[in-house]
């Protein structure tokens, strides 16, 4: 698929075929194109958690739903065949940039305009979600809810020093709704570009 294509179809996927799972040769690219992205001093302060069977998404599911209601959206996400977590890693970056040819020694947070290593594995996400549209499936990214980061941690062993950024669904499309923002319609580039000055 020419890349422009792969740009104009990709959206969040909200409903996938339970019954088709991710063959193992997509899902290595979609992993190996994560690795891809850029990352400020080629920290790779990333990490993909991969949860495939049905138990291991099952226990996904129970520690980071917040909500016992119904919610036909979070029941159409739930048939995913495979989900993928994408963690960042602040000490990488402190630690390159500690190095010799980086030079900042005192590993001060405050040092960094925005955490990189948020953007970075955002980046990763970024190119997991393009690949999936390459691949003929579909994706949908979307967060932890912050107060289930405990128990999420605890239900997989996540080590603290690793921050969900977010989830991507992954699966054979099957028939959604599509999400009533997109009315919204794309803002004009004349609304958001700058050329020169403000």
């Keep these: 698929m020419e890349f422009q294509e792969v740009v104009r179809r990709r959206r969040m996927v909200r409903n996938y075929d339970p019954d ?3 063959p ?3 899902l290595e690219r979609i992993l190996a194109n994560a690795l891809r992205a850029p990352s400020a ?3 790779q302060g990333w990490a993909f958690l991969v949860l495939e069977s049905a138990e291991e998404r099952s226990r996904y599911w129970e ?3 917040t909500s016992s209601e119904p919610d036909p959206w979070l029941a159409d996400v ?3 065949p495979l989900l993928i977590v994408a963690l960042s890693h602040r000490q990488a970056y402190l ?3 500690a190095a010799p040819d980086k030079g900042w020694t005192d590993k001060d947070d405050s040092r960094w305009p925005v955490p990189y290593w948020h953007i970075d594995t955002g ?3 970024l190119l997991m979600l393009l690949t999936v549209v390459d691949e003929g499936l579909g994706a949908c990214f979307f967060g932890v809810p912050p107060e289930r980061i405990p128990g999420f941690r605890a239900a997989f062993g996540v080590p603290d020093a690793y921050v969900p950024i977010g989830t991507l669904s992954v699966g054979y499309r099957a ?3 599509k999400s009533p923002s997109l009315r919204r319609g794309h803002r004009p580039l004349a609304d958001v570009v700058h050329r020169g000055t403000w």
Excluded: H, K
Aim: a positive charge.
């Design 20 to 22: 088709r799972p991710v």
């Design 24 to 26: 193992p040769e997509v």
């Design 41 to 43: 001093g080629f920290s």
């Design 63 to 65: 520690a980071t739903v």
């Design 78 to 80: 739930q048939r995913a």
């Design 95 to 97: 630690d390159r940039y």
């Design 123 to 125: 980046f990763a996400a």
């Design 175 to 177: 028939p959604d709704r």
